[in-house]
């Protein structure tokens, strides 16, 4: 028999839904459902606790891309809790989003404390600045030394008593 329990709670303007059992073709309209209800209360931050699911197929990924996409449309937020386990693996709802391509669409985050504070948000938009600039340092120095050099680096090169044109095949 599947089983699931959805019990919520608020934080400031975050709701929190912690889901527990199994989210499969039987009980995600119940999830469903309490998002839409969440919404419709007007409660448009939400973080979906998923650390005791047990099992999930591809509805209860559905239901998930339609919460996004709900969120998302009324000017919401969506952050999932997707602990590692023990041993430091991903999770099964972790492995099934990664699975079918769409973890990525999630911010996701260990544990309701740090979705509550965006504390992956904060640590991935460094990890992105960094890249950027690391991205950026490496693209001007691709064009310094693709771009042709001027007289005057050419004149700084020369070795002494060699002159530019010596130096330059026609």
Do not use: K
Not at 17 to 40: K, Q, Y
Not at 69 to 98: F, M, N, Q, T
């Amino acid at each position: 028999m599947t089983t699931i329990e959805v019990d919520e709670n608020e934080y400031g303007c975050w709701t929190v839904l912690r889901v527990r059992g199994e989210m499969d073709l039987v009980t995600s309209p119940r999830i469903r459902r309490r998002v839409h209800d969440a919404v419709a209360g007007g409660r448009h931050d939400l973080v979906v606790d998923l650390s005791a699911v047990r099992f999930c197929d591809s509805s209860g990924v559905g239901v998930l891309i339609a919460s996004r996409r709900l969120l998302r449309s009324c000017g919401g937020r969506l952050r999932l809790i997707l602990p590692e386990d023990r041993d430091g693996h991903v999770g099964h709802v972790g492995r099934v989003l990664a699975a079918l391509g769409v973890r990525r669409l999630f911010e996701v985050y260990d544990d309701v404390p740090g979705a509550l504070t965006g504390a992956a948000e904060r640590a991935e938009a460094e990890e992105r600045a960094e890249a950027e600039a690391t991205a950026e340092a490496e693209r001007a120095e691709q064009a310094a030394a693709e771009r042709p050099a001027t007289a005057a680096e050419l004149a700084d090169a020369a070795l002494p008593g060699q002159r530019v044109s010596d130096r330059i095949a026609p």
